[in-house]
């Protein structure tokens, strides 16, 4: 069936150095994805998002790559900081053109100052 | 700008009562709202879709007479948990969008309510 998981369930990095959280994807028709991060307690919050006739795309801090020949797509944080120390999701849009967001299994960023 | 807002933030209740939780859109037009359920250390499931002034469309598996969801307005959604059991505590997170489902419409999440039966 179609399922969105990651790789590493806990990251640890050192404050200043960059991340790369990683997520694959089974379902090849995807073809919108989102990274969200997640702080205790609290609802996702967007971070950056890329279509699949893209490759990679970047935001503030961020970038989102997609490799569709393995589906896999990660994300980059530059200059880690503690505030990044969050779950960061990954998602797909599934549902044909409309809007279904299947987030995947998460993965916790801790940042060690 | 854009921003959710989920009433109660936490709620605790006896087994067999009945919780209700608000979720609304603060400065912008939610026309879908879509409600998801978050067990700790787990991923978000969504639950269901709601669109102003429609029924609620629900995922597989998740009943629809035990999680009832009003979309009466544009700006306010409510998800009532009928006859709740210790199995139906968990953390429950709203999400609204301006637009008509389309794919890449943004997701705006509420900062979720933990629900706690005892």
């Known amino acids: 069936g179609e399922s969105v998981g990651l790789h590493l369930p806990t990251l640890s990095v050192q404050e200043g150095d960059n991340s790369i959280i990683n997520c694959a994807y089974s379902n090849s028709a995807s073809d919108y994805f989102i990274w969200y991060k997640q702080e205790s307690g609290k609802g996702p919050q967007f971070i950056i998002d890329i279509r699949s006739n893209m490759d990679k795309r970047q935001g503030q801090r961020v970038t989102v790559l997609l490799n569709k020949t393995v589906k896999h797509l990660s994300l980059q944080i530059a200059a880690t900081q503690p505030g990044d120390s969050a779950v960061y999701f990954c998602?797909?849009?599934?549902?044909?053109?409309?809007?279904?967001?299947?987030f995947g299994t998460g993965t916790k960023l801790q940042v060690i100052p | 700008g854009a921003v959710v807002s989920q009433h109660p933030s936490r709620v605790i209740c006896k087994s067999g009562t009945s919780v209700k939780i608000e979720c609304r859109s603060l400065d912008f037009q939610a026309t879908t709202m879509f409600w998801y359920r978050q067990f700790p250390k787990q991923s978000l499931m969504l639950m269901a879709t709601?669109?102003?002034?429609?029924?609620?469309?629900?995922e597989q598996g998740v009943e629809k007479d035990k999680f009832l969801i009003n979309h009466a307005s544009l700006t306010l959604s409510t998800l009532t948990v009928t006859s709740a059991h210790p199995e139906d505590s968990s953390f429950y997170i709203c999400?609204?969008?301006?637009?008509?489902?389309?794919?890449?419409?943004?997701?705006?999440f509420g900062p979720g309510t933990r629900l706690t039966v005892l």
């Open positions: 998602a797909e849009n599934t549902s044909g053109g409309y809007q279904k967001v299947t």
């Open positions: 709601s669109n102003e002034g429609s029924k609620a469309t629900y």
């Open positions: 999400s609204a969008s301006e637009g008509t489902r389309r794919k890449t419409d943004t997701q705006y």
